[in-house]
């Protein structure tokens, strides 16, 4: 069967290779945009994450539903998280290098922190629609990895309240990540 405007999701979750090499044709280059612009600094990466996006459509097309948005842009978030994935593991493999009697090119550590600087943008950007209060908690429990026990005691509040401010926080990010993406952002 060809894959169309009209049946390529459908193909897809048949597993039929043809609704794959559709978007692959109509969206490769859009998201390839997306995946270039994010990963400048390591060039090398993008046609394997490319090839992971694709993976990541065809996995997970289950989880995509109409109603909710274009396919383009449910595509387009995954090309995002995608390429950043790829930026957090190039900054584990740079800090993971020892750097005792290894004398480093001058981009390294400029690329690093262009790289640090990018996932901090895009972190804040997502963490902007929270209350400054539950943008230090999400911060603290998933950035620094702290207890919420610990924070309970700190912000003066129950671990449970924690627990229910960390899931509306959650649903706030995915509702303002979802009309960024309606945006085509």
Known sequence: MRATKDNFIQLIRKRKEEGILYVIDTWGAYLQSIVRRKLFLIPDH???CM?????GIWKNIGSYDERKGSFQAWAAGIARLESI????????????VSLDGIDLPKECPDMLTLIEKE????????????TS????????IYGDEEPPAQLSRE???????IYV?????????????????????
């Open 46 to 48: 993008v046609d394997k």
């Open 51 to 55: 090839n992971d996006i694709f993976w």
């Open 85 to 96: 994935n790829y930026l957090r593991r190039a900054q584990k493999e740079w800090e993971a």
């Open 119 to 130: 996932l901090s943008d895009e972190t804040k950007d997502l963490l902007s629609c929270l």
């Open 133 to 140: 209060k539950d943008q230090e908690l999400f911060l603290r």
């Open 155 to 161: 912000f003066g509040i129950t671990k449970e309240n």
């Open 165 to 185: 401010r960390l899931s509306r926080g959650k649903k706030k990010i995915r509702a303002y990540a979802a009309k960024r993406k309606e945006n085509g952002i």
